[in-house]
């Protein structure tokens, strides 16, 4: 039995299928859906959980090389939610690209995890390194 670490065993899977250079989505609760890649819904409640606290989670599992986030990312938010990415990634680079562009990656990846979150343009593609 797993005792600490990600715990979803979902997660788990997908999480071991990522190869170097791979993408993994991790999403907001009105992203697109997209039948081709696997999705895994988390999403509880508003909120519960949010795309930070997926990455927190699975962050000492996967080697993240690069991380993909819409340009309106930064214009829709506050500057301490801007931060509190940025604080979270610790150097990771960030390519702010915009929403359309972004979304033209999602068909690409292994997988994506959509959570309860409603911060606006919170979503995340993650680069394997």
Same mark, same amino acid.
């Given at each position: ?58 962050? $000492?599992?996967?080697? &993240?090389?690069?991380? /993909?986030?819409?340009?309106?990312? %930064?214009?829709?938010?506050? #500057?301490?939610? !801007?931060?509190?990415?940025?604080? $979270?990634?610790?150097? &990771?680079?960030?390519? /702010?690209?915009?929403?359309?562009? %972004?979304?033209?990656?999602? #068909?690409?990846? !292994? ?19």
């Amino acid at each position: 039995m797993l005792k600490s670490g990600v715990l979803n065993p979902a997660i788990n899977s997908l999480l071991s299928r990522v190869r170097h250079t791979n993408t993994l989505v991790i999403a907001d609760r009105g992203f697109p859906y997209w039948p081709e890649i696997e999705t895994i819904d988390i999403s509880l409640i508003d909120d519960i959980p949010q795309v930070m606290d997926v990455l927190v989670a699975i962050k $000492s599992n996967f080697s &993240i090389g690069k991380v /993909f986030a819409a340009q309106e990312f %930064l214009v829709e938010n506050t #500057p301490s939610t !801007i931060t509190s990415l940025e604080n $979270s990634l610790m150097g &990771i680079p960030i390519t /702010f690209e915009s929403h359309n562009d %972004l979304k033209q990656r999602v #068909p690409l990846a !292994i997988g994506l995890i959509r959570t309860g979150d409603t911060t606006q343009y919170a979503n995340l593609i993650l680069e394997s390194a």
